[in-house]
């Protein structure tokens, strides 16, 4: 069942590459001068391109969810990280970017980054054991994850550029790999057949939390390129995913020392893919470029007599 279970997150994998894609290029068409504003998401609502995104990212949430119920967390969620190099093809197709034209530290970046959470994930295969979620580990989680929420979209209010993005991203993770602990409480709850014993709870945070992660999915894709927020999400996602099941679902109480070590290694591995994909993107090197360019000519196009 686990093979199955990866086989669904492979093609999860695909639709959410496709739906990023379309609801970036949605974003930027429908963005207003002052950033995405509420009317202009309002717009996005009517948009046929978003729409089909949405069903995109809904398709693959759905064959992630289904997933979940046949294999561990701490396995089935890191295989998500396969969008960020479809996304990352699509995104160079659309701006007519050839493998000569790829800049190096970028391709490194996403290879990090892919790599790292598949290593991970092949780590985490042998020693991950399924558990059950109690309605404790559940609260716990949606308070943890409540606090960081709210600290980058703090950050990303009172930052620009890149730095929003990675904010706004990271936020929209982080709400994600929440959801993913709460489908796997749901799952457990529905296939016990028990319907007089569901708790409503975790329908509740499930939905709180796809409302928050998709308004900071927005706001990401309006201040950045889609592949820097899908590394986003395919990487703090399924790390915050797995760092509930390990510490607060007890799915890692089998692994040993130095297991923990590489899974560690891996991780650190795969954010600085992350970083460096933000640093070195070729529409970032494109920005900067241009922000250059506009600099010196205004230099070059002043003089003392220019000032009043």
Known sequence: M????????????????????????????AIGERGLGFRDQL????????????A???????????????APLS????????????TVLLNMRQRGIGAAGLNRTAVLGV???????????????????ATTVSDQAAATSIRLVTVFVLALGLVGLFTKGKIRCIAFATGCAVAYGLV???VRAVSQQVTSWDFAAID????????????????????????????????????????????????LLGEADEVGVWTAAG?????????AGVFALARYHPETQDRRARSTATGSAELAGSSPTDRP
């Open 2 to 29: 686990t093979l199955f279970a990866v086989a669904l997150v492979v093609f999860a994998a695909c639709g959410y590459a496709v739906g990023a894609r379309l609801q970036h290029n949605a974003v930027h068409a």
């Open 43 to 54: 717009r996005l609502v009517r948009n046929a391109r978003w729409l089909l995104g949405l």
């Open 56 to 70: 995109s990212l809904g398709g693959g949430a759905l064959l992630h969810a289904y997933a979940l119920g046949f």
């Open 75 to 86: 396995v089935v969620q890191p295989i998500g990280v396969l969008a960020l190099p479809i």
């Open 111 to 129: 290879v990090a980054s892919t790599g790292g959470v598949m290593a991970f994930v092949l780590l985490a295969a042998g020693t991950a054991t």
């Open 180 to 182: 993913s602990v709460l």
């Open 200 to 247: 409503l709870r975790p329908f509740i945070g499930i939905g709180v939390a796809v409302l928050v992660g998709g308004w900071l999915l927005q706001q990401a894709y309006a201040h950045g390129p889609p592949d820097l927020v899908v590394a986003c999400l395919t990487v703090i996602d399924p790390m915050v995913a797995v760092g509930l099941g390990i510490g």
């Open 263 to 271: 899974e560690s290694l891996c991780a650190v591995v795969a954010c």
